[in-house]
């Protein structure tokens, strides 16, 4: 079982920055691929970014690429999303996810192929 928690939400103007954290509990921490996926009122969760167990390979949704970077520090069980130059339209619940499965270049980017969810924390983007 892995609990994780997310911080670091908030309410920002456009072109502005926030960090989200994702603190996990466990003991194979490094071996877990970890993503970050969002969902908008109304909108499906989508995927934001995702980093793969021990290599540490990055992935990005296009929407987001060059803006922000997904990154992870196993000695404090913890993945970090940098989100810089922000747009309205980055405004959603961010959730955490960890999967002790490998996924594939393609299903990292599923939420179903995650097995386990933070509570999501709020990030709001004014105009």
């Known amino acids: 079982q892995v609990q994780l928690e997310e911080s670091g939400g908030g309410l920002v103007q456009a072109g502005g920055s926030l960090r989200l954290s994702c603190a996990a509990a466990?003991?194979?921490?490094?071996?877990?691929?970890m993503g970050w996926f969002r969902q908008a009122p109304g909108k499906e969760r989508e995927f934001v970014a995702a980093?793969?167990?021990?290599?540490?390979?990055?992935y990005y949704a296009d929407s987001v690429k060059g803006r922000f970077t997904i990154s992870r520090d196993n000695a404090k069980n913890t993945v970090y999303l940098q989100m810089n130059s922000l747009k309205p339209e980055d405004t959603a619940v961010y959730y955490c996810?960890?999967?002790?499965?490998?996924?594939?270049?393609?299903?990292?980017?599923?939420?179903?192929?995650?097995?386990?969810w933070g509570q999501g924390t709020q990030v709001t983007v004014s105009s």
């Open positions: 996810a960890a999967t002790a499965t490998r996924p594939t270049v393609r299903t990292i980017r599923t939420p179903n192929s995650y097995d386990y």
């Open positions: 466990g003991r194979t921490f490094s071996s877990y691929a």
């Open positions: 980093i793969s167990g021990i290599v540490g390979i990055t």
